[in-house]
């Protein structure tokens, strides 16, 4: 269903028909198209264990629906829906009943409202989803958002219990709420009446918003205002069996001192629960989900993802430009990581080139140093060559000298004797 | 949670939901309703005339014109909006005129007006529904086209033909005969049949009727098919005929009565576009039309305008999800490239390494062999002075040997030569 108003409307302006034009069928002709398409409801049961809630259903309903009692051991809160096909006369609903299963039966409740919020959240995000989608089939979507919250309230008579406070602050701006007193069979006219009156104050007194039969149509107004003012919360009594009361079988429980007959208004409150649920307001209640509820969860889902309206007076918001503005957003971010991550390669490059520079500078300077000890090496080493030439040369020199002695020596010796000669003939 | 398959139940007993109808019913009255029909034609064709029939009402007076009393240069596209009550029924009804059309002498891509409207209007729908904050709606968008045929006998025009196909795909086209009483049913029928042959030739998408499960609608539905396109007349005048006021147009020969089914199919019309297929129109136009102009545009925003048919297959993400996608896969590729830039440094880097080790190796083995050279000469060199210190020492020996025998030699020598001085004295 589209979102859709048209009444009050400037800018058209009003022209007499003269005659039946015949536009006047199309409330008949939208009802057609809801009728071929089928209707669809669901209903979440909130209550601790033993308090009816399947009891309840199955007469509401005037059918028995599966499942069977829940033990009280359950570790923690978890749901179980059933969809059912149902038709009466040319109507047919497709109900989907949700149960919270173990729902206060544990020592600590702290979380018990969480399974529950994240289930409604989870209707909403499946529906966001799919509204979201590029190709989409709204109009043949399975829709499973909760549209009314039945919250049991144990016949205790005195007040609400704080799990049921905490449970319904939580829940009270992301579902319909419909308090109400069950097995109130349990309890005495008189008590009830108190009963009804704590409730409803400490309803008011902890802020919390249950839903409110609409006013604003005049052919229900009044039905839903009296049941708002003097009804709320209504006390109901569920049974299955049957019991012959009269010369009819109507839908009781049988006590020794009496029997409670469910559809007898004078005994407890169900007839008008099931006309303001399910004959008069039914529609309502899913039109709140869908145009308040869903809404306000899709906003803030949103917002949390960063998008937001531009300046609802100026210009009308594109919804190209955000897509765009978001994606350049993100693409920037990307884009500057990855430069950044450039850079701190590019940096890393540099000191490691760097480092290696310096290591083969100084592996050069090593080596530079090793040649030069060579160099000396070297140096020396000719030096000792050339000195031990010399002494070599000076040695072949007096060597040759000493020979070029004895061999003088020797002629001498020859000569010597010729000297001797000489001067003994002297 | 858990979830079990759907269940059939009958009931037994009164429960109440086939109230429903009438809560919806309720609502919707008190709603309101709206609709929008655009007409196009050439001028001249009974447009306005049309319409003031068609809603029993002077929309087009002598205080508001129609468009045929304004003369137009270029196409334009124009809205009157009017409120209309009837059985408790409000109505806003919006007529969107295209005054000029197809009455120039070139009427090359005079329809892009009339497209441009239309996705104007679904752009303003699309920008209000994708808002954060989401306020009542108004649905301006154009429901229903009444494309208006020159009653010329033969066939289409090629721009009636251009015209359609360029906008089947964007509202419902209901093609019209015009001024059908210009000719005999003979006429009319061989010009229904040819025009009908060149829709489908060209494949033009002409809006159609729904199928419904009532068998009785459903035959009324057939007959109505096989009278398409409709022929009508219309009329701002009333006349009287045999006793009777109706609407018609009046002749020499006789009155071409709007309402009578055997003079045209005007009541046809007027029942299947107001008082049974209104909400159709509504719907086929929220659902078709609006969402593939819709997918299209989000598809271009979400791709930057890339048709990619790889990725036809992805358009049942939100375009949320999609740049979430995409961020994740830039996410991924970036560190891809991060690996690879990685690897490559690496890579480079033991390059380096090796090359200055071997540079070093190298280096080294050069010195290795440098002291290794120097130390043969070194011991070359010991040795060379070795040899020659023993020769050294072996001839300084002999030196000595000879030197000691020559002084021996020389002694005795003296000896005598002193002796040979005692000798002489």
């Known amino acids: ?426 | 949670h858990t979830e079990r398959p759907q269940q059939q139940k009958n009931l037994e007993g009164y429960v109440g939901f086939a109230n429903l109808p009438n809560q919806v019913y309720r609502k919707s009255v008190k709603r309101g309703f709206e609709f929008t029909l655009m007409v196009v034609g050439e001028s001249g064709l009974g447009k306005s005339t049309m319409i003031n029939s068609l809603f029993l009402t002077d929309l087009y007076s002598t205080d508001y014109p129609g468009p045929s009393h304004r003369i137009k240069k270029t196409v334009q596209v124009e809205q009157s909006k009017v409120l209309v009550k009837e059985g408790g029924v409000h109505l806003l009804l919006t007529i969107v005129d295209t005054p000029g059309f197809g009455d120039a002498v070139d009427n090359s891509n005079c329809w892009q007006p009339v497209t441009d409207h239309i996705d104007s209007k679904f752009e303003d729908y699309l920008n209000a529904e994708s808002r954060v904050n989401r306020r009542q709606m108004p649905d301006n968008r154009v429901h229903c086209c009444l494309y208006f045929i020159a009653p010329s006998g033969h066939g289409l025009k090629p721009l009636d033909i251009e015209f359609m196909k360029r906008l089947h795909e964007k509202v419902n086209i209901i093609p019209l005969i015009a001024k059908a009483d210009t000719m005999t049913p003979e006429e009319c029928q061989q010009f229904k049949k040819q025009i009908m042959k060149e829709i489908q030739e060209h494949k033009i998408k002409i809006y159609e009727f729904p199928e419904i499960d009532d068998e009785e609608e459903m035959k009324i539905i057939r007959k109505i098919k096989d009278r398409l396109p409709l022929a009508v007349v219309g009329s701002n005048t009333i006349i009287e005929v045999s006793g009777k006021r109706v609407r018609g147009r009046q002749y020499p020969w006789g009155v071409a009565e709007v309402e009578n089914g055997e003079h045209c199919d005007f009541t046809i019309l007027r029942n299947m576009l107001i008082r049974t297929h209104m909400q159709d129109l509504k719907d086929v136009t929220n659902n078709v039309h609006y969402e593939n102009y819709r997918s299209k545009k989000l598809a271009a925003v979400t791709y930057n305008g890339v048709d990619n048919n790889k990725n036809k297959g992805q358009l049942t993400k939100s375009p949320l999800a999609q740049m979430e996608e995409e961020r994740r896969e830039h996410v991924a590729k970036m560190k891809k490239m991060e690996q690879e830039m990685e690897q490559v440094f690496e890579m480079k880097v033991k390059e380096k390494l090796q090359k200055l080790k071997d540079s070093e190796a190298e280096l080294k083995r050069r010195h290795e062999q440098m002291k290794k050279n120097l130390e043969a000469q070194h011991k070359e060199l010991e040795e060379k002075r070795h040899q020659h210190e023993e020769e050294k020492a072996s001839w300084e020996a002999q030196q000595r040997i000879l030197e000691q025998q020559k002084l021996d030699a020389s002694r005795l020598k003296q000896n005598k030569k002193v002796n040979i001085f005692i000798d002489q004295q």
């Open chain 1, 1 to 426: 269903t589209a979102l859709c108003y048209v009444r009050p409307h400037n800018g058209a302006r009003a022209v007499p028909l003269a005659g039946h034009v015949g536009f006047d069928s199309m409330p008949d002709q939208l009802v057609n198209k809801s009728v071929n398409h089928g209707f669809c409801f669901n209903i979440l049961c909130v209550g601790e264990t033993g308090l009816g809630k399947s009891t309840l259903m199955d007469t509401l309903f005037n059918t028995k629906f599966e499942g069977e009692p829940t033990q009280h051991n359950q570790p923690g809160v978890t749901l179980k829906s059933n969809t059912y096909e149902l038709q009466e006369s040319n109507v047919r609903l497709k109900l989907t009943v949700v149960n919270t299963v173990g729902f206060g039966d544990q020592i600590n409740k702290e979380d018990s409202y969480k399974s529950i919020v994240e289930f409604i959240d989870a209707q909403f995000e499946a529906y966001l989803q799919e509204e979201l989608k590029i190709k989409r089939t709204l109009h043949s979507y399975h829709d499973t958002r909760i549209h009314a919250c039945l919250y049991f309230i144990a016949p205790t008579g005195h007040s609400l219990k704080s799990l049921d406070l905490v449970t319904m602050k939580k829940l009270d701006s992301k579902v319909n709420i419909i308090p109400i007193i069950a097995k109130s069979d349990a309890i005495s006219k008189s008590e009830l009446a108190k009963f009804k009156i704590k409730i409803t104050s400490e309803l008011v007194s902890n802020g919390v918003q249950i839903y409110q039969f609409p006013t604003d149509d005049e052919s229900v107004a009044e039905i839903n205002s009296t049941m708002n003012v003097s009804h709320l919360p209504f006390a109901v009594v569920g049974s299955t069996e049957e019991v012959k009361i009269g010369n009819k079988m109507v839908k009781a429980r049988q006590y020794p001192w009496g029997t409670v007959q469910v559809e007898n208004e004078n005994h407890c409150d169900f007839v008008k629960l099931r006309e303001m649920l399910i004959r008069v307001n039914m529609e309502d209640l899913r039109e709140q989900t869908h145009t308040r509820h869903y809404e306000l969860y899709r906003r803030c889902k949103l917002e949390e993802m960063g998008f937001k309206d531009t300046d609802p007076d100026s210009k009308p918001f594109s919804l190209q430009e955000t897509y765009e503005a978001k994606r350049n957003e993100f693409m920037g971010e990307l884009q500057k990581k990855e430069e950044e991550m450039r850079q701190m390669f590019v940096q890393r490059v540099k000191e490691k080139e760097a480092e290696l520079k310096e290591a083969e500078k100084e592996l050069h300077e090593k080596f530079d140093r090793l040649k030069k000890l060579h160099q000396d090496e070297k140096k020396k080493l000719e030096e000792k060559k050339k000195s031990l030439d010399d002494e070599l040369n000076t040695f072949k020199q007096k060597k040759t000298a000493a020979e070029l002695l004895q061999n003088q020596a020797q002629q001498a010796g020859g000569s010597t004797t010729l000297k001797r000669d000489k001067e003994r003939k002297k």
